[in-house]
């Protein structure tokens, strides 16, 4: 795919799940929270912490980046929420639910 095709791709699949993100991150149906507590109980269970890998080595970078992101989006979804609180909020409307205006 050529690159202008693919940022054109993204930026369509991006205007199209916008709304439906703000939806459910604003009904607090699944929000960054669930997906860090998701990422965490992955690393916890396939225990990524306690692999062995060279301390020198890409490996470990890898190891580190990802043992920080369940922090990292916490952190994230905090700020994202202190912004929302002091918005009002949209309205958006949605086809498949007969049109029907949902804040976002």
């Not at 991150?25 to 060279?54: C, K, P, Q």
């Not at 989006?73 to 929420?81: E, G, K, P, S």
Request: positive net charge.
């Amino acid at each position: 795919m050529r690159p202008t095709v693919l940022v054109t791709v993204m930026f369509c699949e991006a205007a199209l799940t916008l709304p439906v993100r703000a939806a459910s991150f604003h009904n607090a149906v699944y929000d960054a929270y669930d997906y860090a507590d998701i990422m965490e109980h992955v690393i916890t269970r396939w225990n990524v912490g306690s692999l062995r890998v060279g301390e020198a080595s890409h490996a470990a970078d890898a190891q580190a980046w990802l043992m920080a992101q369940p922090d990292r989006v916490r952190r994230l979804a905090d700020i994202a929420a202190k912004k929302r609180a002091k918005k009002a909020p949209l309205r958006e409307q949605f086809a498949w639910i007969f049109n029907r205006q949902v804040d976002v």
